[in-house]
């Protein structure tokens, strides 16, 4: 019995050491000390919905785009209902180029918002962020718990 608890407190001090180092599991970007936590859209059916019929998102969340090669990257806003900065980023997670303040879109012909070159990640986060946190081409971000090769 005694043995259980002593593992039981130990565990919970991993938890609580894990949490206060930021390493809580979910998937996250950082530049700069800006921490965003991020879901993935690693498939065709993910990268499809994206962030379409969101109607807010926290200042501090976003969503990662995963290809699996770079190429010229275009996204479009249709059927979403929040203004985005769209940030492409090469295999390097390097940005490649950033659309800000994208308007959202919710007719039938949308304009696409295309990379300036190769990207093989998308970030896409609340509009005004990446000025916000002064991100720009050129710019290297980094990535927690989001797996890739």
């Known amino acids: 019995m005694l043995k259980k608890l002593a593992l039981g407190i130990a565990f919970a001090f991993v938890l609580i050491g894990c949490q206060a180092n930021g390493n809580t599991?979910?998937?996250?970007?950082?530049?700069?000390?800006?921490r965003y936590f991020v879901d993935i859209a690693d498939d065709d059916a993910s990268r499809a919905q994206g962030l379409m019929f969101v109607d807010a998102m926290d200042e501090n969340r976003g969503m990662f785009f995963v290809f699996r090669?770079?190429?010229p990257r275009s996204f479009w806003?249709?059927?979403?209902?929040?203004?985005?900065?769209?940030?492409?980023?090469?295999?390097d997670l390097e940005v490649?180029?950033?659309?800000?303040?994208?308007?959202?879109?919710?007719?039938?012909?949308?304009?696409?918002?295309?990379?300036?070159?190769?990207?093989q990640y998308?970030?896409?986060?609340?509009?005004?962020?990446?000025?916000?946190?002064?991100?720009?081409?050129?710019?290297?971000?980094?990535?927690?718990?989001?797996?890739?090769n």
């Open 122 to 148: 998308v970030l896409e986060l609340n509009a005004g962020q990446a000025a916000a946190i002064g991100l720009d081409p050129g710019d290297k971000i980094t990535v927690g718990n989001i797996g890739l």
């Open 25 to 34: 599991g979910v998937p996250f970007v950082d530049f700069d000390g800006h």
């Open 77 to 91: 806003m249709r059927n979403t209902r929040i203004p985005l900065d769209i940030i492409y980023l090469d295999s």
């Open 96 to 119: 490649v180029s950033i659309s800000e303040d994208t308007p959202p879109c919710r007719t039938r012909q949308c304009p696409s918002y295309p990379s300036t070159g190769p990207a």
């Open 69 to 71: 090669r770079e190429a």
